[in-house]
């Protein structure tokens, strides 16, 4: 039977995936990624790891590998280098607070834990390009860079290191097999709520035939109760907070970027003028204090006073300036996208110059619904994204954001970040 490789992060849905592989007759190994800086310092994650473990590649800022002793392992002889001998909880704990629960819970199982120290490649491939896009006027998602870079980029890779040939997630998604192509693609869920196709939408098509979501049928309560019935305690289980790398609090943004900026040497983007809209044009009303601090849709915190409730209808970074206006302006109709992560070999050609052939369904938020679009290929690799107006008005997104772009089926054949929105 082929190794899986099961990604945990100490949450219940990664520990429900280990449990339900375990429970079917698998013989998975456990991997847990260490990402995370500290609050403080943004470069460690408190506790030191020794020099040494197995790097994935040549390279300096390698990620590196180890191996978690449990004493109840069913596999004696790591594929990695074992972490220091006799590590208490308290040490364990010291690397990652989820660790010493994570070790319990695989002795219980009798499976194999290994450690990832990826903390500087989740800092280039996700933190940086995060403060960066804030500090040019957009609004970046942070969780679908981490899934193309990160989840199934060198947790994958890792995965082939120790010799699994396939990576599970506790993510609720499911594949769907193409009926023409035989490509694996990504359909949503069974339970709606927790949905997170839409955050694949940059996974590498080549990863995705290697990837397993043993939640796909499960609800949230399924998956609570799964674990509780194998006996286990989850070592973290509070729900993870909307941003992992930034701590909660009112300023928590602003101290953080402000922390980015001047690490990396940005100079903090600028104030300047908000602008009201009307059908008459446009005129100044306030300043703000950076573009950086508004999303497109946002009504709450503008701090303005009006005659009438006012949006973020945009921004426009060549002048610096905000965008409001009532709701009746509120909306958006297009938008163009950066390189586009195409699902399908022939996408290129589905997505002809007149945008002919079947229909496609795009989703631009989180919680909105697909909807119709017409959607065409650019000579850069970009995409062209035209609403159906009979559907609207569409609530705007914003550049920074995902775009995905669905057939009839739901199955999700293409995903990109928007740059521009009309």
């Not at 109709?333 to 390189?339: F, G, I, K, N, Q």
Request: proline fraction near 10%; include cysteine.
């Amino acid at each position: 039977m082929a190794r899986i490789a099961v990604a945990v992060s100490g949450g219940v849905d990664s520990l429900c995936a280990l449990c339900r592989l375990r429970e079917e007759g698998h013989d998975p190994l456990a991997l847990h990624g260490l990402f995370l800086p500290s609050v403080d310092t943004e470069t460690t994650a408190g506790g030191v790891l020794p020099s040494g473990g197995l790097p994935l590649s040549a390279a300096a800022d390698a990620p590196r590998l180890w191996h978690v002793p449990t004493a109840g392992e069913s596999t004696p002889t790591p594929l990695a280098p074992d972490m220091p001998p006799g590590l208490t909880d308290a040490g364990l704990a010291a690397v990652s607070p989820a660790l010493p629960g994570l070790r319990a819970a695989c002795r219980r199982l009798g499976v194999p834990l290994y450690l990832l120290d990826a903390r500087q490649r989740f800092a280039q491939a996700v933190v940086a390009p995060f403060a960066r896009a804030y500090a040019q006027g957009r609004t970046p998602n942070p969780c679908a860079l981490c899934n193309a870079a990160i989840k199934f980029g060198v947790l994958l890779d890792a995965a082939r290191q120790l010799s699994a040939v396939t990576l599970a997630t506790g993510h609720y998604a499911r594949c769907a097999v193409h009926p023409s192509t035989g490509q694996r693609l990504l359909v949503p869920a069974t339970d709606a709520q927790k949905d997170q196709a839409y955050f694949l939408a940059l996974v590498p098509p080549d990863a995705l035939q290697h990837v397993l979501f043993p939640l796909a049928e499960l609800t949230k309560q399924d998956c609570r109760a799964l674990v509780a019935a194998a006996g286990q305690d989850v070592p973290v289980p509070g729900e993870s907070q909307e941003i992992c790398f930034i701590p909660a609090g009112e300023d928590a943004y602003r101290d953080f970027l402000g922390r980015r900026w001047a690490a990396e040497g940005i100079p903090p983007p600028p104030g300047g003028p908000v602008l009201l809209r009307t059908p008459d044009g446009e005129r100044p009303i306030a300043r703000h204090d950076g573009l950086w601090r508004y999303t497109e849709g946002q009504r709450r915190g503008l701090g303005i006073a009006h005659s009438e409730p006012l949006y973020v209808l945009g921004k426009d970074v060549a002048r610096q300036a905000l965008l409001v206006g009532g709701r009746a302006l509120l909306g958006m109709r297009a938008c163009r996208t950066d390189p586009a992560n195409l699902f399908l070999p022939d996408m290129a050609a589905r997505l002809s110059s007149s945008g002919d052939g079947a229909p496609l369904f795009v989703r631009l938020r989180y919680r909105q619904r697909p909807v119709p679009a017409n959607v065409r290929l650019l000579p850069d690799g970009g995409l062209h994204i035209r609403l159906d107006a009979a559907h609207g008005p569409h609530f705007p997104s914003a550049p920074g954001q995902i775009a995905a772009v669905y057939d009839a089926a739901g199955r999700l054949l293409a995903g990109a970040v928007i740059e521009a929105v009309v």
